[in-house]
């Protein structure tokens, strides 16, 4: 699906107001007022769908979605999936999802189902084939959406045995399965497939295999439910495209296997905006704008947002004047489609009451939310050309499912706060700060397209991964390793022979021990001879601390304190064309915005623009046939004078004055 426009809409409920069509009337004219052009239906419907088993009742929806497609609002149509019926939990309890402790809830809640179950895949798919039926040929709807934030996972029997059938399929014997495994280990050997069990407090958790294995399980059977709701919408006859919508910092599901499913990815962005600086918060919300973009590599939508205050976090902080069409115009920025909003009106009653919504309880069109949202329209209208285009990186950061599913059951070195993440961002945020896009990829995606590719803490590595690194780096890439990498295989036990591993003749190096510090212990990076120009003569380090052992590598750093004060802790080694670098330690910020100018500056990368971008102010660029499009955004809490390229501002102040919040977008034509 490619828009000739940037969607703007987001999730709109009308079946709780069916008894109310005065509602539904205003409802129209103030989509229309706030240049509203797509809305979500029919999310948590299923109730209203299908009372009754078997009892279909769509004519309330065809009238609603007949009203949005007359005043010019396509539709993004919903399954069902995501809040099953009461009538179906009561007829067929085994629907009902078991936890780790073996107890069945009640019904209740989302996705409170059994994924496994024969019978809730049934249902789901009557009533898909159903909507197909009536609506997959309807002008106004142009896209699928399937359930609502899938995630969860059931330990019931049904599950239990799909897990020894996953299980049997990988493994094939169980002489295999307890190799891999190390279930020699206090005596867990297996006899047969029947006695494996998911890992439950009141059984088996110390067999790290197993839990891994139990996460990746839950990944493919929710990636395995979802392309049989997908074959229900295909088999009826429509092949419009699909997709759903995912979650920010949420890792229950591998997404580079999801997103291989669907045909647009996209996602729910709800972060916690003035808890501190601006820009703090914008660096996080763009990195996972670029994880969802870099999942397809193409354009995908924010599908949710909110247009005012949540009501779930712990405090529900109102949005400042402007902050939303910055953050909409943030997802366009970093290739978004779209900015979509939860919700389109308030509901009277329970949980999200109170959540924010383009239309509240006042019903008004002068509330300060409501002008908000008219004005994130008039912007989004007036870049409607950028829809469509691409973004280009030729850096990337890898950030691997697998790989933290494994760190976070590794049982050391440091069992609680590895800051896997927090040392990908550091990555990732150094690159954005050079002014490159970036794209955020996983062990399995292609290296190809890159000069330069950070690779941080991959404890885990799949198998082929160190050939690929070895060819990029061979071929003349620039590669950057960190500290506690190519420990485990992809069942978690651990390579003899030496880590790195498969990488320590790319690397010109072997790692020896690992040091843990204690929160509040700090060591030093500090300056030698070989240290490069324009880098500091020390930068504190937390957490981790790598030894190692040098063969051909060249040490640019050593460490400053403690036993190993004066051994290596940042080396470079030469291999065939390209060059690769080991980070021995979790630095600071600062390491890695010096050293990371120095290593795309000779790798060849250039920047956005050549001129300087102030702190706190976001670049990024988007490319069509015939121009680019580059956004400037301010998030601090003053004024900035940014250099504008030549081109058109096509939105924005012409002289590059930004006050907080501020935006401009420049066209340059080739």
């Known amino acids: 699906m490619k828009n000739s426009y940037l969607m703007h809409g987001g999730d709109y409920n009308p079946e709780q107001w069916l008894d109310m069509p005065e509602v539904l009337e205003t409802d129209i004219e103030r989509f229309r007022e706030a240049k509203i052009n797509t809305v979500t239906v029919g999310v948590f419907s299923w109730a209203k769908l299908e009372p009754r088993e078997g009892e279909y009742q769509f004519e309330w929806l065809e009238k609603i979605i007949d009203r949005l497609y007359e005043n010019g609002i396509s539709v993004i149509l919903a399954t069902p999936s995501g809040a099953r019926p009461h009538w179906l939990s009561d007829k067929y309890p085994e629907v009902l999802r078991v936890n780790a402790i073996r107890q069945r809830n009640l019904f209740g ?76 280990f206090w005596s867990h050997t297996y006899d047969s497939f029947d006695q494996v069990e998911s890992p439950s407090p009141l059984g088996e958790m110390s067999v790290t295999g197993l839990k891994l294995d139990w996460r990746r399980f839950i990944s493919d059977q929710t990636i395995d439910y979802m392309e049989d709701e997908i074959k229900a919408i295909r088999d009826a006859g429509s092949d419009l495209p699909v997709t759903t919508n995912l979650m920010y910092h949420f890792y229950e599901i591998d997404y580079f296997r999801l997103a291989e499913k669907i045909d647009i990815a996209s996602w729910d962005n709800y972060p916690s905006w003035h808890k501190r600086e601006e820009w703090e918060t914008a660096r996080d919300t763009a990195f996972w704008h670029d994880v969802i973009r870099s999942l397809k590599r193409k354009p995908f939508f924010l599908m949710e947002s909110c247009p005012g205050a949540t009501n779930w976090k712990d405090v529900s902080k109102l949005k400042r004047p402007g902050m ?37 309880h006042y019903d008004g069109n002068d509330t300060r939310t409501f002008r908000d949202v008219c004005e994130a329209g008039e912007m989004l209208e007036a870049l409607s050309e950028v829809a469509g285009t691409a973004t280009k990186s030729e850096a990337a950061v890898i950030f691997d499912w697998d790989n933290r599913w494994a760190l976070d059951g590794s049982e050391g070195p440091r069992n609680k706060n590895l800051h896997y993440q927090e040392c990908v961002e550091k990555s990732y945020r150094a690159l954005r700060r050079q002014g ?55 069942n978690d036990l651990c390579f003899l022979g030496g880590t790195p591993h498969g990488l320590m003749g790319v690397f010109g190096l072997r790692s020896e021990e690992i040091d843990s510090l ?122 900035v004078k940014v250099q504008l390229p030549e081109g058109e501002v096509i939105f924005g102040d012409k002289e590059g004055n930004m006050k907080p919040l501020g935006n401009i977008v420049v066209k340059v034509s080739r």
């Not at 950070?454 to 890439?477: D, I, N, S, W």
């Not at 750093?557 to 021995?584: H, I, Q, S, W």
């Open 324 to 360: 939303l069409t910055a953050t909409s115009l943030q997802s366009i920025a970093h290739g978004s489609d779209g900015a979509m909003y939860f919700q389109m009106r308030k509901g009277r009653g329970a949980a999200e009451k109170l959540h924010g919504a383009v239309i509240d």
């Open 518 to 639: 204690y929160d509040e212990e700090e060591n030093l990076l500090c300056r030698t001879e070989g240290t490069p120009d324009g880098m500091k003569d020390s930068y504190v380090c937390r957490y981790l601390c790598q030894l190692v052992k040098p063969a051909a590598a060249k040490t640019l750093m050593t460490y400053g304190r403690d036993f190993y004060a004066g051994t290596p802790a940042l080396l470079e080694n030469d291999f065939g064309e390209g060059k690769a670098y080991y980070v021995c330690a979790d630095a600071e910020q600062a390491f890695y915005d010096d050293f990371y100018e120095r290593l795309t500056k000779e790798a060849g990368i250039l920047p956005i623009l050549p001129t300087e971008i102030p702190d706190g102010v976001e670049v990024t660029s988007r490319s069509g046939e015939n121009a680019d499009y580059i956004f400037f955004q301010n998030f601090n809490r003053k004024d």
């Open 109 to 184: 809640g989302r996705h409170n189902h059994c994924l496994s179950s024969p019978v809730y895949r049934e249902k789901v798919r009557k009533i898909n084939t159903e909507l197909v039926k009536r609506f997959g040929s309807h002008p106004a709807v142009k896209m699928w959406h399937i359930s609502n934030e899938l995630g969860g996972e059931c330990h019931c029997e049904l599950c239990q045995e799909s897990f020894r059938g996953w299980l049997k399929r990988k493994y094939q014997t169980i002489d295999a399965l307890n190799r891999s495994w190390w279930t020699t």
């Open 436 to 490: 490159l896009n970036v794209d955020v990829i996983d062990q399995k995606c292609s290296l190809a397209p890159y000069r330069f590719v950070a690779a941080p803490m991959q404890y885990l590595f799949h198998e082929g991964f160190a050939e690929k690194v070895r060819e990029f780096v061979e071929k003349g890439g620039t590669f950057v390793l960190t500290y506690w990498s190519g420990v485990v295989d992809e």
